[in-house]
C-alpha cells in the first residue's frame, strides 16, 4: 500500500498567519493527491482535488501544490473557522484509498 | 442537493455482524462509485471498502477482506455494508462517501460524505 505521512501533525497559529501542511508518499503518485478539511463532531470536507485543484465554494486562502512524492497544503491568511484537521488523500491506487494521518491546526 | 444518510450503527459483540446501509439522494446514484471510510474515536481516517458504480468491482482493505461485503441496488438509491466476525478494532464511526472522477485529469476523490453512523465493538 502507499503510505501517506503528514507533518506536522499538530500546529498552532493565530488569525492572520500563514500556514502550510505537508503529505508525503511513499511512491510518487503524480498529482494524485487530495485535501480534506475536518471539524470536530463533522464529516470531512473536500477542499482540494488534483494537488492543486480548489474544491467549488473553497476561499481562495487555500492552495494546494506538489506532485510525485510532495505536497503541501498552505491557508495564506487563517481565519476563525479553519482551525480544523486536515488530512491528505492519495488517489493513484484506488483500489487502495490511503489517508494521512491528519493535521490539527490549533489556534495559539 | 446530493445526501448520504447512513443508518445501522450500534453496539455488538465481538465476533457478531451488523449491516450498515447508506440511503443517496439528489444524483444519480447509478452513476457513481461510491466507498466506505472509518473513523475510530479519536483517530484519522481510514479506507474500508469502495464499489463501482454497477456493483460489480469491489475492493476492500486488507483487515477486513473475508469478513466485510459492499453491495448496492442502484434502483434503491442504496448502499449496504456487511460486517461479519467483527471485531473489538472495528469500533469506528463508518461514512457513506461518493466518488467522483475529475473529467481533465482522471483524478478521483470524495465530494460528499454522509453524516457517519457508529458502530462499537464491545463485550
Known amino acids: 500500500d502507499i503510505q501517506m505521512t503528514q507533518s506536522p501533525s499538530s500546529l498552532s497559529a493565530s488569525v492572520g498567519d500563514r500556514v502550510a501542511i505537508t503529505c508525503r508518499a511513499s511512491?510518487?503518485?503524480?498529482?494524485?493527491l487530495n485535501w480534506y478539511q475536518q471539524k470536530p463532531g463533522n464529516a470531512p470536507k473536500l477542499l482540494i482535488y488534483d494537488a492543486s485543484s480548489l474544491q467549488s465554494g473553497v476561499p481562495s486562502r487555500f492552495r494546494g501544490s506538489g506532485s510525485g512524492t510532495d505536497f503541501t497544503l498552505t491557508i495564506s491568511s487563517l481565519q476563525p473557522e479553519d482551525f480544523a484537521t486536515y488530512f491528505c488523500q492519495q488517489s493513484y491506487k484506488t483500489s487502495q484509498y490511503t489517508f494521512g494521518q491528519g493535521t490539527k491546526l490549533e489556534i495559539k | 442537493q446530493v445526501h448520504l444518510v447512513e443508518s445501522g450503527g450500534g453496539v455488538v459483540q465481538p465476533g457478531r455482524s451488523l449491516r450498515l446501509s447508506c440511503g443517496a439522494s439528489?444524483?444519480?446514484?447509478?452513476?457513481?462509485?461510491m466507498h466506505w471510510v472509518r473513523q475510530a474515536p479519536g483517530q484519522g481516517l481510514e479506507w474500508v471498502a469502495g464499489?463501482?458504480?454497477?456493483?460489480?468491482?469491489?475492493y476492500y482493505r486488507d483487515s477486513v477482506k473475508g469478513r466485510f461485503t459492499s453491495s448496492r441496488d442502484n434502483d434503491k438509491n442504496t448502499l449496504w455494508l456487511q460486517m461479519n466476525s467483527l471485531r473489538i478494532e472495528d469500533t469506528a464511526v463508518y461514512y457513506c462517501?461518493?466518488?467522483?472522477?475529475?473529467?481533465?485529469?482522471?483524478?478521483?476523490?470524495?465530494?460528499?460524505w454522509g453524516q457517519g453512523t457508529l458502530v462499537t465493538v464491545s463485550s
Open positions: 462517501v461518493r466518488e467522483v472522477t475529475d473529467p481533465d485529469y482522471g483524478d478521483r476523490y470524495f465530494d460528499h
Open positions: 439528489g444524483f444519480t446514484f447509478s452513476t457513481y462509485a
Open positions: 511512491q510518487s503518485i503524480s498529482s494524485y
Open positions: 464499489i463501482s458504480y454497477e456493483g460489480s468491482d469491489k
